[in-house]
């Protein structure tokens, strides 16, 4: 969906490099999402977002942090990259309401040599 | 946390219509259940979501039993385009406790 866009689309780094992944989205949601995303699994959530003072751990927070600029911007930070982070990544949003339905970005492809 | 079990693949014909079953025998009261199409290297799309009975929208229908323990994806007349991975979830983050679970989803290809 173009209203979430994801940058970089495409990092290689090395192992121990700090690493961020931005979100931003135009769609006015309060919520944001990150997501991982190996091959033949599904989605994994990292961590959420229902507002910009509002921080959670998903399954699988660690090694991983967030900071929630704005309602529009919600960036992912690898504080010391391994290898095991290599996988996509997908920046999601969603409206404050009782059915939650996630509008995703086009997603990162990270490696980590 | 509702758990989902779906084929983990099917294989159809174009023009066939494509039932897709997911179980999830702990869906709480307050939990929804929405499908996802993913095609290769882009986010998740959203197809259909519902609470019980019968859901329709221009895409496709969502069958859902009165004990809501399973529900069953119905695409009408697929075509190649359709050929991806789609995706079953239940729940909800509205209580602040709920997650959505994305399980390994069902690869769906369809042949000419």
């Known amino acids: 969906d173009a209203d979430v866009t994801q940058t970089p689309r495409n990092r290689i780094t090395k192992t121990g490099k700090r690493i961020m992944l931005e979100c931003s989205q135009t769609k006015g949601h309060d919520r944001m999402y990150w997501y991982r995303q190996d091959p033949g699994l599904g989605l994994r959530l990292i961590y959420y977002s229902f507002d910009v003072k509002d921080i959670n751990k998903g399954e699988i927070s660690d090694g991983y942090s967030v900071s929630r600029q704005a309602q529009a911007k919600f960036s992912l930070s690898l504080e010391s990259a391994i290898p095991n982070q290599t996988a996509l990544y997908f920046c999601?949003?969603?409206?404050?309401?009782?059915?939650?339905?996630?509008?995703f970005g086009p997603g990162t492809r990270l490696l980590v040599l | 946390l509702a758990k989902t079990t779906q084929p983990i693949s099917m294989d159809s014909y174009e023009g066939q219509e494509v039932n897709i079953t997911c179980s999830h025998n702990n869906i709480a009261t307050n939990d929804y259940i929405t499908w996802y199409q993913q095609f290769p290297s882009q986010g998740p799309r959203f197809i259909i979501q519902?609470?019980?009975t019968k859901v329709t929208n221009e895409v496709a229908s969502l069958f859902i039993p009165a004990d809501r323990k399973s529900s069953t994806l119905s695409l009408p007349r697929v075509s190649l385009s359709d050929t991806a991975v789609y995706y079953c979830l239940v729940g909800a983050f509205y209580n602040q406790g709920g997650k959505l679970i994305f399980g390994q989803g069902t690869e769906l290809s369809v042949k000419p």
């Open positions: 999601a949003t969603s409206e404050r309401t009782g059915m939650e339905t996630q509008y």
């Open positions: 519902g609470y019980k």
